[in-house]
């Protein structure tokens, strides 16, 4: 007799079928030899370390039962260093608006975060009062944690949760297994160097269902009650990247994201009271230090709590 999880697993892997039949024939071969000119690009740069900008938009959008719609403006500009140990500094600024026009009005919100092992820090300026008091928090060096935790505002806190993390842009991808295609489409030339561009479709469909919470069977049941929902959105993400034709290093990527969710539409509004769609653009730039990047964690003393 079967058991529930075996159970579980059947039943999830007919649902997802429908959703993954198509894309399967379209995935690449681990030994796609421009897959493994984009892993390695990637490879290369987390492990000789990296300069980076990052400039992106996210636009959200809430659309209610009665037809309302409320959207949400994001600017989000970081700069930073990682090692080739992979911690990593930056500088992070965020605008938001209910508009374009507020967006640009928008002062930022300005927060300098060091990821250190698996240990996150965060750094407060005392000298920028505006962020300050956006966030409400004593001002200084914080455990990412104990920041997060002071931060009263939900609103701010999702923007904390949504823009922080521990890795830098070069772990965008780490295999390719989430990989649907990837084509090279030419070349291009930067500061006098050739760049050979490609263009890769990414699998948000499974990235989503492996990111659904529990384990064992709670999360078997939990991929059987969300899969439905899933397979009807519009989720989509592409990745434009530039790597040197000579040394194989990463140059430049412009992503473009979109996430439509019918939470309200599809019977889930119980949970999530609207519809909603992400739809995110970001560009990013990779240089590479003549010095190994050293990145160091604050002093403990420093620490607030």
Known sequence: MLSVRRILIVITLLILSVGFSASAAAQPSPDDPDLQAVLQAFSIARREGYHFTTKALTINTYTAGDGTVQRQYIGLEQEGDVSANDDVQQKTKITVGGTQEALKAFTPITLLSVAFGNHLYVYLDPQDQWSVGIFNVKPGWWRFADFESQVSDPSVRFLVDNTISLGGPADTIDSGEAVLSVDYTGTDHMDDR???????????????????????????????????????????????????????????????????????????????PYDTENDSISEMTFTYPFKPVTIT???SSLLNH
């Open 297 to 299: 964690p604050p002093d």
């Open 194 to 272: 050739e760049l050979r561009i490609y263009l890769l479709q990414h699998n948000v469909l499974e990235t989503l269902l492996s990111s659904i919470p529990g384990e064992g069977s709670e999360h078997l049941a939990n991929v059987l009650k969300y899969a439905p929902l899933f397979l009807s959105s519009n989720l989509s993400l592409s990745l434009e990247l530039r790597i040197g034709a000579e040394d194989g290093r990463l140059y430049y990527g412009f992503m473009d994201s979109r996430r439509g969710v019918p939470y309200l539409s599809a019977g889930y509004g119980s949970e999530v």
